[in-house]
């Protein structure tokens, strides 16, 4: 059974920083790309990062220089570093896990973790 377990929401003030960590079971974790996805209140899902095994990132443009993902392939952990934190960043944080030749069958998320920017 996969699960990916999230963890390190909050609240934070604007200008604060968080971790957000991921960590996951029941897959080979060495075969698939990682990410974090966010859902404000009355918004669809957005991508915010992505890290591929090897360790190659994609950001979200209003996130760059501020967030950074990484995994640790031996730990099955991912995380997301947060800083320069902003209130429009207050959103529930899901965890994502992509398998890299079948990203469509084998999709997974967590159950999301709050986090809230106040200004």
């Known amino acids: 059974q996969v699960q990916l377990v999230e963890s390190g929401g909050g609240l934070v003030q604007a200008g604060g920083s968080l971790r957000l960590s991921c960590a996951a079971s029941?897959?080979?974790?060495?075969?698939?790309?990682m990410g974090w996805y966010r859902q404000a209140p009355g918004k669809e899902r957005e991508l915010v990062a992505t890290?591929?095994?090897?360790?190659?990132?994609n950001y979200a443009d209003s996130v760059k220089g501020r967030f950074s993902i990484f995994r640790d392939n031996a730990k099955n952990t991912v995380h997301l570093q947060m800083s320069g934190l902003k209130p429009e960043d207050t959103a529930v944080y899901y965890c994502?896990?992509?398998?890299?030749?079948?990203?469509?069958?084998?999709?997974?998320w967590g159950q999301g973790t709050q986090v809230t920017v106040s200004s």
């Open positions: 029941g897959i080979i974790f060495s075969r698939y790309a």
């Open positions: 890290v591929t095994s090897g360790g190659s990132t």
């Open positions: 994502n896990a992509a398998h890299l030749f079948q990203p469509a069958a084998r999709n997974y």
